[in-house]
């Protein structure tokens, strides 16, 4: 179905306005160079069956190892974006660039021996081919980032409950896309870009999770479940007076979420004026004094 353009210069749009989503936005880079890696091997389909029964095996599990290394290298990288999108993250439980690596050799191996039978030369490949991989696409995250003196018991619970509210964002996204409505579609972008927020000063700090499990629970299954209604509704019949209604709750939600936000932001500051402060009394006590 066509959808008006919502532009700056269209009727409906509107100028200068929040850019939602794209805040802090950057470039993937699970793009070209990994889509390469899935096409690349594919000729080894015509030399399977170029050859007798063993050419056809070997070449058809070479060409099995290319795409699991394939996939595995787009799969590290997004999960590295994600790690340095946050500022409190754990280490990737496995490490699927660097095995996509040496899955490459292996597969380059068994490549080159279809071709020329022996040892030397198709060692040659599978060396090169992972050296290759592993200067291109770099190796995973080997450490937790920025966890130093936070309680790991506290953290989990707070992944579960990340990865809960990304499931409730994620649904929303896939069922708002049923009302066929672009304003609605970046209008959820928007909303979900202050949800994310919240996400992101929880993770920072765990001791947050109390106040903001109301939030990133009940608060975002009830804007899951309003959305499902609204692209049902609206798919239907385009009632205006139900876009105009669940455009309201967006916007109320959001102003709640930004509220929230700020609140533990200022909390965590307070926290830290009391450590401060804290810490001066007891050098005092010491007989040390601080320049102010």
Do not use: C
């Amino acid at each position: 179905m066509a959808q008006r353009y919502g532009g700056k210069h269209s009727p409906r749009g509107q100028g200068g306005g929040d850019q939602g989503s794209f805040r802090g936005a950057t470039r993937t880079r699970a793009g070209g160079r990994v889509n390469f890696l899935f096409l690349a091997p594919l000729p080894l389909i015509w030399r399977a069956f170029a050859g007798g029964a063993s050419g056809l095996a070997l070449n058809l599990v070479a060409l099995g190892i290319l795409l699991l290394a394939a996939w595995l290298t787009r799969d590290g990288l997004l999960a590295q974006e994600a790690y340095d999108a946050r500022r409190v993250a754990r280490r990737p439980a496995i490490p699927r660039k660097m095995l996509g690596s040496v899955l490459t050799g292996a597969g380059l191996f068994i490549a080159a021996f279809t071709a020329k039978p022996g040892v030397i030369e198709p060692l040659i490949y599978a060396v090169s081919g992972t050296v290759l991989h592993f200067l291109a696409f770099g190796p995973d995250p080997m450490k937790n980032k920025g966890m130093v003196g936070i309680d790991e018991f506290q953290t989990d619970r707070v992944a579960r409950y990340v990865d809960q509210a990304e499931a409730h964002l994620t649904a929303m996204r896939d069922a708002v896309k049923r009302a066929g409505d672009r304003e609605a579609e970046a209008r959820v972008e928007r909303f979900q870009a202050r949800v994310r927020d919240l996400l992101r000063t929880v993770e920072e700090d765990p001791r947050d999770l109390t106040a903001a499990r109301k939030f990133m629970g009940i608060y975002l299954q009830g804007a899951r479940d309003a959305t499902v209604k609204f692209a049902d509704v609206y798919a239907r019949t385009q009632d205006r007076g139900a876009r105009s209604d669940y455009m309201m709750l967006l916007t109320d939600l959001e102003e709640s979420f930004n509220a929230k936000t700020r609140a533990l932001l200022l909390d965590n500051q307070s926290d830290l004026t009391v450590e401060i402060e804290v810490l001066r009394d007891r050098l005092a006590r010491e007989g040390v004094r601080l320049e102010q």
